[in-house]
């Protein structure tokens, strides 16, 4: 080995080191390199914040509406108030921050391949470090300007697209986690640019993506029924095999009817503006309810509707929310099941208790808790014995359900008005038959095979007590999502990679404004076909990482 590649090991050995990374993704360290080498951006920046004001001064715009789903706290019944507003979609959303001038066009050219210190060639350098450090503030000063972005007008709409540079900056760093494309996913183990991976990121559950009956089912379907039904549930797009599994699924509830849709997205989308479509209905959403149900509420607002937030999971605080609504007001009290992004299970007993005493309406989205709780995988209802008790249930085929699609429960009369009253499901395209096939043959498995319900709990309770005996910070998960809390966008990227590159183990981080500041998490996902041996490396990753970044 030559001197100049002994030096180049030696460095890039260095750079990888513990001590050298926690030094260089520590909060105080970046902010010192930041403030001394960014000084001329800032001062600048601050120039452009003050002009801004003044313009608004001058010419009276108004400040712009703060999207309440990419706030954290504000207007939020029974909420503390917080310092500032959070950039986020609403939960469960991960993302990468909108930036306007890019940490590439500032840096060094040499420094735009390298990463904490590290370039393509391994060597360390400064050039790195200050990538790293720019990195963060950067991060942090344009995910606070996300919304600004996106309210460049002009002759040409296509503005903002071309000063949108964070997601070609991450990718040219060589950090950007989001959009990887596999090349098969066979459940606990996927395959990745060629190379096999544990997977820890997906939400099939109980394993049946891969089911011999729900393969079988789908080819079947194909073969009889044809790729789709090009039409509507409306006009052409509806057949038997939809119906049979809206049979089937709320005979599975214990609810009076079901509707089948395309999606589980166009679930919350469809059933909130077809019942809130008036000035008199009020949207009362959990504040960390998933995005398709901020985007139904957003379609109900167009038409009138009110949207009240109250804090997060906290009865006290929906019947506060609900005693100040009008008496000629009607309300739909809206939450999920399990919370995608934490792993939490809402205080439903709380929230029916609630909703009764009000006399409002509860629709929950089981998305995520279908085949992960309750009797029989029957989802959050069921698992506090509630299921009478909550008018509409719904959710998608896409977790457990190993499809594609959406589904809802509840009385006959209100899923017939919803399937002709909302737009997004009257004229979208019909579920595909190999879809619905799939959804049901995996409904099917589901209740023959309860040995994989059983086998998800006992992987994600293992899974949960050893990450904490490590260190790490949880939350309040109860469920198959456990969340890893690492509350540092650039930590949680490194991390990511560290454990993909170095570990062969695929996670999801979830930074801002996908999550609140401070709330950056790697989000692992856990399925009842995962053996002892996937979650066994997943930990020896997870310590030797977490070690390495100051995590634990």
């Known amino acids: 080995m030559s001197m100049k590649d002994r030096l180049v090991d030696q460095a890039k050995k260095l750079a990888s080191s513990g001590r050298v990374v926690r030094v260089v993704s520590n909060d105080r360290v970046m902010r010192l390199a930041t403030g001394v080498m960014d000084a001329k951006n800032r001062l600048r920046a601050a120039g452009e914040r003050a002009a801004e004001a003044w313009d608004i ?58 990463v904490n210190g590290v370039g393509a060639n391994g060597a360390a350098n400064g050039a790195g470090t200050y990538v790293a450090a720019a990195a963060e503030q950067q991060l942090a000063t344009q995910m606070a300007a996300r919304t600004s972005l996106s309210r460049i007008g002009g002759r040409d709409v296509f503005e903002k697209a071309y000063k949108f540079m964070t997601a070609d900056n991450a990718r040219a760093m060589g950090v950007y986690p989001f959009f990887r494309p596999l090349d098969f996913n066979n459940g606990p183990e996927a395959q990745l640019e060629g190379r096999t991976v544990t997977m820890l990121g997906s939400n099939n559950y109980l394993g049946l993506t891969t089911h011999p009956k729900v393969r079988e089912a789908a080819k079947k379907a194909i073969d009889k029924y044809g790729t789709s039904m090009t039409g509507s549930r409306l006009v052409n797009g509806s057949m038997r095999l939809h119906n049979e599994l809206e049979e089937k699924l709320a005979a599975y509830h214990g609810k009076e009817a079901g509707l089948v849709f395309t999606t589980g997205y166009q679930v919350n989308i469809a059933t909130i503006s077809a019942l809130l479509a008036n000035k008199r209905s009020v949207a009362m959403i959990d504040k960390d309810d998933h995005a398709s149900i901020y985007d ?37 009290v809206i939450t999920d099941g399990v919370f995608s992004a934490q792993g939490e299970i809402a205080n439903l007993p709380g929230i029916v208790e609630v909703v009764k005493k009000h006399k409002a309406r509860l629709l929950v989205d089981d998305a995520h808790a279908l085949g992960v709780i309750g009797p029989g995988g029957r989802g959050t209802a069921a698992h506090f014995g509630l299921g009478k008790d909550v008018d509409l249930i719904g959710g998608t085929f896409s977790k457990s359900l190993a499809s594609i699609g959406g589904w809802l429960v509840g009385e006959r009369k209100v899923l017939d008005y919803i399937q002709h009253f909302a737009y997004s499901f009257l004229f979208a395209a019909s579920a595909a038959p190999p879809c619905v096939a799939a959804a049901m043959a995996a409904l099917e498995v589901m209740q023959e095979e309860p040995w994989r319900q059983e086998k998800l709990r006992e992987n994600f309770t293992y899974m949960r007590v050893e990450l904490q005996r490590l260190g790490f910070e949880l939350g309040k998960t109860e469920t198959a999502v456990i969340p890893i809390y690492i509350r540092d966008d650039l930590k949680t990227v490194m991390m990511w990679k560290s454990l993909l590159d170095d570990y062969a183990l695929y996670v999801n981080p979830f930074i801002t404004p996908g999550v609140p500041p401070k709330q950056q998490v790697l989000r692992t996902s856990y399925m009842a076909t995962h053996e002892r041996k996937h979650l066994d490396h997943a930990l020896e990753a997870f310590e030797k990482v977490g070690k390495k970044f100051g995590v634990i």
């Open 296 to 332: 139904g509420v957003r379609l109900a607002q167009a038409s009138g509707a009110r949207m009240v937030r109250y804090k997060h999971s906290d009865p006290a605080a929906l019947d506060s929310a609900l005693s100040e609504i009008a008496d000629t007001e009607g309300a739909l």
């Open 57 to 114: 001064l001058l010419n009276g715009h108004a400040l712009p509406n703060i999207d309440p789903a990419l706030d954290d706290e504000a207007g939020v019944h029974g909420a503390t108030p917080s310092r500032a507003a959070s950039a986020r979609p609403a939960a469960g959303g991960a993302g990468l921050s909108t930036v306007e001038e890019t940490v590439s066009a500032r840096a060094p050219a040499a420094a735009r391949s390298h």
